[in-house]
């Protein structure tokens, strides 16, 4: 065996210099190649492929949603082509097993944690012959001590450098089963905590001050573990952390101390899955939001009290949407206190309740996966038609996006910190909306 090749396909690519996110998932999986194995990771978002240089001995193994699918299978071919095994997990192996055993010699079902190691030692032993055809996790891992990131893979993929923002994962799981969420069946149903110790000694090993977290749903930890939530805020209070990004539902605002204990160990930002001011739509929405404008402006209010911004998370074309659902949208973002905002065409991703209700009553459209990026519509909405949608979509997106309206929540956003951290808050203040108006944006260009 000559090496192991992790390869993440290209998506955002480089802004100013720097890829967005870094390959976390990537550098979990590299910390588990035996240190006698040389490892490397490849993301397409930083460089381009030296794809020529692969061959016999090499284990190649590709991360991928569903978005950047095709992309994979692209690599995967030419990898098998000159001779080196291929090996694809991530989100969208893991809910379409079958689509992804078209192009690759294996495909990992799950989080990969038990079975990578396993397919290292097969290929090590009989190479390709040696791969099985499918991997699959029979257990959710219990977090501790798992995949830990080693000191090789942080010096190679040298993040501060390369990133904008450090990926981090704490907790994982969530049981709420939003009918177009795949976290149910990608991280489990229930809440798993990664002990505070090795939290701790992943950031200071890693030296980053700032990060984003991959959790699913960090916010239900307050109503679920409260203890271990404190717990974490107390040790991360002194790591003298920049700030943080954790992704959460709005019961959060019921939590006032433990807002303010995250507030003062560097979480100072909540994006919350409010999802619609439709209260029709509240069957889809998994119990965490109602769709009620008042109960959302509160949440708002009450987070914000104890100095914490919030970005709120929306999704436009549920089956009891109507245009008056998207001029509602617009007069409660241009009147709300929000700092950022991410409205999003709904999907029907592979795993979810939502394509399952699509297969049934034909209303899937035939378009590429790399559409699946929630700024196209992939599927026949309810209540208009396709290019309906797609207009209404755009007469939203072009109001909250334009540049006034970014200006105008990235300066509230500044505006929660003290004017000696500015400089340092510049960056978060305006990205995130940047980020949304860019991604809203690609669906013209592709
Ligand atoms: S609460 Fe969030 S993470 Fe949980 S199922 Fe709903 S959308 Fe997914």
Known sequence: MRRVVLIRPKRDGRIFGKAPGSPYTLMRLASLVPEEIPVEIWDENIRALPLDTLGEGDLVGITSMTLTIERA???????KRQGAGVVVGGVHATLMPEHVQRFAHSV????????????????????????????????WANLEGVARISDRVIQMVRENEHYWTPYLEITRGCPRNCSFCTAIRVSGRRMRLRPVDEVVDEIERRGIKRFFLTDDNFG?????????????????????????TAQSEMSVANYPELLEMGRAAGLDKHFIGFESVNPDNRRELGGKSRGKVEQTREAIRKIHATGTSVVGLFVMGFDEDTPATFQAMWDFIRTSELDGVSVTVLTPYPGTPFRALCEQEGRLLDVPW?????????????????????????????????????????????????????????????????????????????
Request: include cysteine; proline fraction near 4%.
């Open 73 to 79: 299978e692209a690599i995967a071919r030419v990898a």
């Open 108 to 139: 990992f079902v799950g989080e990969g944690y038990f079975t990578w190691p396993q397919a290292i030692q097969d290929f090590a032993a009989e190479g390709t012959q040696g791969l099985k055809p499918l991997y699959r996790d029979e257990a």
């Open 220 to 244: 239900l930890n307050f109503i679920t573990d409260p203890d271990y939530c404190a717990e974490l805020f107390q040790a991360l209070m002194r790591l003298g952390l920049h700030s943080w």
């Open 370 to 446: 790399r559409h699946y990026d929630t700024a196209h519509v992939t599927y026949v909405p309810r209540h208009f038609t396709v290019d309906e949608l797609r207009d209404w979509y755009d007469w939203l997106c072009r109001r909250i996006y334009s540049p006034w309206q970014i200006a105008r929540r990235g300066f509230r956003s500044l505006s929660r910190h003290p004017i000696s951290q500015a400089g340092k808050k510049l960056f978060s203040s305006f990205s995130t909306d940047y980020g949304y108006r860019r991604t809203y944006g690609w669906r013209h260009v592709t």
